[in-house]
């Protein structure tokens, strides 16, 4: 049994709010616009991290995480990317993915927007926590664990937090 904390879009943020929110998890999976490599060591010196990269990341974060990450959690696979869609509006490379790989769990950031939905038509649950930084057009900061008992995915909570508005971009 693990649980699991999932964040994206953090660029640069790993405060005391987020750390608060997942000192109970076992691993932290992060979906991409970490914001620097400094944030990320940050993230994995406090619990084993899973990321990708994405699209504000620079090289040296794209030198240590891919585009996407396919793993096995338990008896669940995982398939994580930052730009990705969701159900009936998936991007073509994460679609083709999402195909060949069949995830249990599909997981993408980018949107700034949380949202979990199961996928009927690929039989996986799709995940974006949203945005768990402080900047971004966003006005609430999300994330989001869960546990994963063998096979069985459950106990999923949401994390939300107003955002500081002089952060905006």
């Known amino acids: 049994m693990k649980r699991i904390g999932v964040i994206s879009d953090t660029h640069g943020t790993f405060d005391d709010t987020l750390k ?7 691993e932290i999976w992060h979906a991409g616009d970490i914001g620097n ?29 891919g585009e996407f990450a396919y793993f ?20 073509p490379k994460a ?3 999402i195909q060949s790989c069949r995830p249990t769990i ?9 949202k979990v939905i199961y996928d009927k038509v690929y ?3 799709h995940i974006n926590p949203g945005a768990a930084g ?18 069985n995915i459950r106990d999923m909570e949401i994390g939300n937090w107003e955002r500081d508005k002089k952060t905006a971009w």
Request: charged share 20%.
């Open 134 to 151: 402080c900047y971004g057009f966003h006005n609430v900061r999300t994330a989001i664990r869960f546990t994963i008992d063998g096979s």
């Open 37 to 65: 490599i400094e944030t990320a060591e940050a993230i994995a010196a406090f619990k084993p991290l899973k990321a990708v990269y994405g699209n504000i990341d620079n090289s040296s974060v794209r030198y240590h995480y």
């Open 106 to 114: 599909f997981i993408a950031g980018h949107s700034h927007i949380l």
């Open 123 to 125: 039989d996986t649950l």
């Open 72 to 91: 096995k959690c338990e008896e669940v696979t995982v398939l994580m990317t930052h730009i990705g869609g969701y159900p009936r509006h998936y991007q």
């Open 95 to 97: 679609l083709q993915k």
């Open 20 to 26: 608060l929110f997942l000192k109970d998890v076992d």
